[in-house]
């Protein structure tokens, strides 16, 4: 915590965000020093209640590790109090079967990093928004049938490209299938995009998180592509004409996220 007050004495102050209890002041730190590998980031502090670091969020755009342009990643923290010692429920005692690793965020993304040697993907197109019509396609499903987007013109579809890797998709996910459990009825279809990753690993992970909305399998990537997906969660709200109504890259939080999706769908739907 104090190495956070130091940093906040050079950073700029943007403002506050949110309201009532999530209300919290946001610092820019363009130069945190070497310490910090003189990655930028930005700090949000709570602005009720005790000034407690809430999030943290380095400048992506800084960073040359492979991450697909336009990845925000925020680190989050809640429900904290300082300690004077390390509690024991706070220590990590290696297992017998724990393995050692030369990259743990290569490891933890389950290889979605890009590797110095591994080949260019095709570039993306120029990213689709509102008013464009949405690109048809046809990808196979987790249960072994298929979703062809053009089968439900006349619905509200609601696209969303994600990974198991993404901490931010996983994230969103359960809010937004939410969202969309409610708007069923209403005409409205909800598909999940899994980007390169195999069916196993996608079913399993699902089981793990007992989900069972939709996801189809753009296991090379070509669907995003056509979408110009450059980052994910990446999602697209798509009218009853076949066209793109709008697009949100990224998760704000879950009562953001929530309102945001039943303001656009009561919207589209006359709700």
């Known amino acids: 915590m104090t190495g956070i ?3 906040l004495e050079d950073a700029e102050y943007k403002g506050v965000e949110g309201d009532g209890k999530d209300a919290h002041h946001v610092f820019l730190v363009e130069d945190p ?5 003189d990655i930028g980031f930005e700090v949000y502090i709570s602005a009720t209640g005790k000034p407690w670091v809430t999030a943290l969020k380095p400048l992506m755009d800084e960073l040359d590790n492979g ?3 336009g990845m925000t990643v925020t680190m989050r923290f809640d429900d904290w109090s300082p300690a004077d010692a390390v ?6 005692v290696p297992g017998k ?6 990259s743990l965020m290569d490891e933890v993304m389950g290889g979605g990093m890009v590797q110095d040697d591994a080949p260019e993907p095709p570039a993306p197109a120029e990213a689709l928004g509102g008013g464009d019509a949405a690109a048809n396609f046809t990808l196979q499903t987790l249960d072994g ?8 013109r006349g619905k509200v579809v609601v696209v ?4 198991t890797w993404c901490g931010p998709c996983v994230a969103g996910l359960p809010v937004v299938s939410k969202v969309m459990s409610d708007y069923a009825d209403k005409g409205v279809v909800f598909v999940a995009v899994n980007l390169r990753e195999s069916s196993e690993k996608v079913s399993a992970f699902m089981n793990k998180k007992k ?15 056509k979408y110009g997906v450059t980052g994910i969660p990446h999602s697209v709200i798509i009218d009853q004409k076949g066209n793109i109504h709008s697009t949100h890259t990224g998760f704000g939080g879950a009562k953001e996220t929530d309102k945001m999706l039943r303001k656009e769908l009561d919207g589209l739907i006359g709700g």
């Open 5 to 7: 007050l130091e940093l």
């Open 211 to 225: 989900w069972n909305f939709t996801v189809a399998l753009d296991s090379d990537g070509s669907i995003a592509n």
């Open 87 to 92: 509690p024991d429920a706070a220590k990590i």
């Open 67 to 69: 991450m697909p342009e």
């Open 33 to 37: 020093g070497e310490e910090f590998d």
């Open 97 to 102: 079967d724990w393995k050692k690793v030369d």
């Open 145 to 152: 049938s298929s979703f062809t987007l053009a089968d439900n």
């Open 160 to 163: 969303d490209f994600w990974a």
